[in-house]
């Protein structure tokens, strides 16, 4: 059974249908799910009697003025309505029968779709539940999925090394130091000098004598 968002949309719209002919009070309301090869491009087709012409066009009105109402979707074609013993409502990917009750019984559509599964609106709309709460699940499962992927990629990158302020001043006056050359204090200087000029005299008495 197909699970794509636009079958599932279609469904969807189906069911809308089958809602209005049960409220519309249709008969023996029945929803095939045709056959992919032999359903050309429509997936189902809803069927429903009446008892009388006015109750034809009753439902018929109802399910269009629901769909179009509820979710902005118009039939691409209206067949029938003037005579109203049998008016098609094609809504490409599913169409509705409405009958009344003994041309439905003459032309048995059913019968002429032996491939098609006749579901009763019930049964479709569990099948219906079924497969929106499984996309949900999967949604969630996937959404998790990613959640631990990323938690598990954050826990395994590792945290950059913590460097204490005072080791890092340290380390920095350390290369500012190495980078600076060595100079002698003023003080220092001063004595070399005071030094020089007292040993000077001696030096020229001893040049003069020689």
């Not at 409405?98 to 032996?114: G, N, Q, S, T």
């Not at 004595?191 to 040993?199: R, V």
Request: hydrophobic share 40%.
């Amino acid at each position: 059974m197909p699970t794509s968002q636009a079958h599932q949309q279609t469904r969807i719209l189906v069911q809308a249908a089958a809602a209005a002919c049960e409220d519309k009070k249709g008969e023996d309301t029945r929803i095939l799910e045709l056959d992919p090869i032999d359903a050309g491009l429509s997936d189902f087709f809803l069927v429903t009697s009446a008892t009388n012409d006015r109750q034809v066009i009753a439902i018929a009105d109802e399910i269009e003025y629901r769909l179009k109402k509820e979710f902005g979707t118009y039939p691409n074609s209206v067949e029938g309505r003037r005579e109203g013993t049998w008016i098609l409502l094609d809504y490409v990917d599913f169409v509705v029968h409405v009958f009344l009750a003994e041309r439905r019984a003459f032309y048995d559509i059913e019968r002429l779709r032996k491939s098609a599964r006749p579901l009763t609106p019930a049964e479709f709309d569990a099948e219906l539940k079924a497969a929106l709460a499984e996309k949900t699940l999967a949604a969630r499962s996937k959404a998790a999925a990613k959640s631990a992927s990323k938690a598990a990629k954050a826990k395994a990158k590792p945290a950059p090394a913590k460097t204490k302020p005072a080791a890092k001043a340290k380390k920095a006056a350390k290369k500012a130091a190495a980078r600076t050359p060595a100079r002698k204090t003023p003080v220092k200087a001063a004595a070399k000098k005071t030094a020089a000029k007292k040993a000077s005299p001696s030096k020229r008495k001893s040049t003069s004598k020689g």
